[in-house]
């Protein structure tokens, strides 16, 4: 399969020293931040096509200068994640040094059509292996590495066809521990407008982790490090680089019309739940609807095993799913600032909703219970945001692999907006799987919402099954 992607060049891009935005020598990694040492790249894909797509030489020349200008906002991004052995900490060092090589932007061939890419993708059963080749590998195992890199991918038939047709792949890798979801987005929509509009004013990001206020922080970052990547600089076992083979992944479209009518049914079934009285009738979010939506789904496509540590809930484990929760204007009492929606950096906090399978494989309540749980656990985590901090990741690694689902990204990231100049994106997908059982969303157009699911080959059909069943 690597054979069907040509690398047809290599370099690497240097911020722009016009508009540069000098940092301090190095960006110490946040608590937050250390937990997401040992994932994988985030590795973003926007497939593009149709007749108003550039030249591909053209097309280059165009991303690689906007994105000089980019990075002399985002300059972290040209940096390197490094270690320092005498304290423990990992920082990004953003150093005349470590800048200089710049950020790798690679040009490559895809050795079919048009029609050929666009499958890898569209398709209800993705080609992950295939996938993954369209995006640029991000070597961070080992410290010090590089936190960003581009490729760009054109098809090798069919371009000049005649019909007006032409088709690109632009994507980044960017390592998780110097961005979460809202970041990348911030980060894109940046690049995306100075492709556009060459002088396109940009709100410069904030990258002071001082503004997240925690006793300590320095300590529970060291103490997160220790555990997820106790052999540093060495930061991610060989193990963690790979997918899955036993792992199926599918991507779904809900429209506008089908999270209108889940969200009403979670409310009928509160009410149910209640005998009918009405102590609030207020829909649920689109983001608690689509979760509470996938999680039953899963729960119902699953054989849940009895949790035989507790006699009195053997038969009925519980499930658990994972949201992460954005803190940005949420966090106060921060220096120099409180954290707000320039801030460049992981801002989130997990939030454990936990409910029995057997309420959430009720047809007549199940979406209601989870959506209950899933809100319970938000209130709970926005009403105290960081209680708790140092004991996140203990609490994670303590939940029962086998019945533990990911939430990641979010509907209120608009990636079909990020229009380098040639239009919509007619595609966007994240390749990386950072987890087992794992649930991704985003903003589609027409407040409809994109979901990609991974899961065992032997949950994915019945887990189709009822989701389709739900919004049918």
Known sequence: ???????????????????????????????????????????????????????YPSLVRSLKSSLDAALAVFTPLAGKLSHRASTGDVFVDCSPAAVSPGVRFVEAEYAGSIDDMRRLAIGDEHNTEALALLGPELNA???????LAVQVTRPAIGVGDGRGRSAVVVAVSIHHA?????????????????????????????FDRAAIPYPKADEVARKFLRTIAPALPVARSPSLSHTPPDLRRRTFLLRAGDIESVKRRIVAQSEAIRGGEQTDT???????????????????????????????????????????????????????????????????????????????????????????????????????????????????????R?????????????????????????????????ARELVLVLGAEEDGVQVTVALDHAHMEGFAANLLRETA
């Open 282 to 400: 207020r829909l649920p979010s689109t983001y608690v609807a689509v979760s509470s939506l996938v999680w039953t789904s899963i729960v119902r496509a699953k054989a849940m095993p009895p949790d035989m540590d507790d006699p009195a809930a053997a038969g009925d484990a519980e499930a658990y799913l994972l949201v992460p929760a954005d803190l940005r204007r949420r966090l106060v009492g921060g220096a120099p600032a409180a954290v707000d929606e320039r801030y460049f950096g992981n801002c989130v906090a997990p939030c454990f909703a936990r409910a029995p399978a057997g309420d959430m494989r009720d047809e007549r309540a199940g979406l209601a219970r989870a959506a209950a749980a899933i809100g319970d656990a938000v209130r709970a985590r926005l009403g105290d945001p960081l209680g708790g901090a140092e004991r996140w990741l203990e609490r994670f690694l303590a939940a029962p």
């Open 402 to 434: 086998e019945r533990l689902t990911h939430m990641g990204s979010s509907n209120r990231f608009m990636a079909y907006e990020v229009d380098f100049g040639w239009g919509a994106p007619s595609r966007v997908e994240l390749v990386s799987l950072f």
């Open 141 to 147: 195992r080992r410290l010090p590495a590089p936190v």
């Open 178 to 206: 110097v961005a979460d979801g809202h970041s990348v987005w911030q980060f894109m929509n940046a690049w995306s407008a100075l492709s556009r509009d060459p002088a396109a004013g940009l709100v410069p990001p904030t």
């Open 1 to 55: 399969m690597r054979s069907r992607v040509r690398v047809l060049s290599v370099a690497h891009v240097l911020p722009a020293q016009e508009g540069f935005l000098p940092v301090d020598g190095h960006v110490k990694l946040s608590f937050m931040d250390a937990l997401f040492i040992d994932r994988v790249p985030m590795r973003r894909l926007f497939f593009y096509e149709g007749p108003s797509i550039p030249p």
